[in-house]
């Protein structure tokens, strides 16, 4: 079955500086790759979300990429702000399989 | 649109209990997922039901079991709890046909 592996595990930015979280995949039939936050004691929220025939996603201030050939897949956070700071977790599934698997997170803090 | 919502939101058993808990998705969602998560193991799948049939089901064992109505809501059952069974138990809908799934606030478990 699909693994998904995501690094680093925390991650510490000073506010306005950038953020890069990587997430590599294993089931190469995986096409739909979403990104979550989440907040203490809150249920993730969808931020950002990618398909296998884009090789790139842009929202504000959050970008994803794609690299299907090494099966891999960032999620970009620039300028960063406090209120960013979350748990970000990628996921990976197949297209109208919502047997999603979880990277297991990346805590990020945004220092003022 | 109302989103997706759980009861109860917090539970506590002791072990060898059983549990149900309740998911209603957003409205026209007819596909409901359900996840635990856990400090240790993350987010991990559990099952999918869609009009009232489990369509996937992840690696768990046969204490953890679900239905649908025929409204879309969904249940899930836990059998003979045990201590690690304690965990944030998510669910989350999707349109038919797309993959984006949206979760509900989840019903957090802890078993004594």
């Known amino acids: 079955g699909e693994n998904v592996e995501q690094h680093p595990s925390t991650l510490s930015v000073q506010e306005g500086d950038s953020a890069v979280i990587k997430c590599t995949y294993s089931d190469s039939a995986s096409n739909y790759f979403p990104w979550y936050k989440q907040e203490l004691g809150k249920r993730p929220q969808l931020i950002i979300d990618?398909?296998?025939?884009?090789g790139e996603k842009k929202d504000q201030r959050i970008a994803v990429t794609l690299n299907k050939t090494a099966k891999h897949f960032s999620l970009h956070i620039t300028e960063t702000q406090p209120e960013d700071s979350a748990v970000y977790f990628c996921?990976?599934?197949?297209?109208?399989?919502?047997?999603?698997?979880f990277g297991a997170g990346t805590r990020l803090t945004v220092k003022p | 649109k109302a989103g997706v919502t759980q009861t109860p939101r917090y539970l506590i058993k002791t072990r060898g209990q059983q549990v149900t808990l309740s998911c209603s998705p957003i409205?026209?969602?007819?596909?409901v997922s359900w996840y635990q998560q856990t400090p240790g193991q993350g987010l991990q799948f559990l099952f999918e039901y869609f009009s009232e049939t489990q369509r996937n089901k992840g690696n768990f064992p046969g204490r953890f079991s679900g239905r649908q109505f025929s409204n879309s809501r969904s249940e899930m059952n836990v059998s003979t709890l045990e201590l690690g069974d304690s965990a944030l138990y998510l669910c989350a809908s999707n349109k038919q046909g797309t993959d984006t799934q949206y979760f509900g606030p989840g019903t957090r478990l802890t078993v004594l």
């Open positions: 409205s026209g969602h007819r596909s």
């Open positions: 996921a990976a599934s197949r297209y109208n399989n919502n047997d999603m698997r």
């Open positions: 990618i398909r296998s025939n884009v």
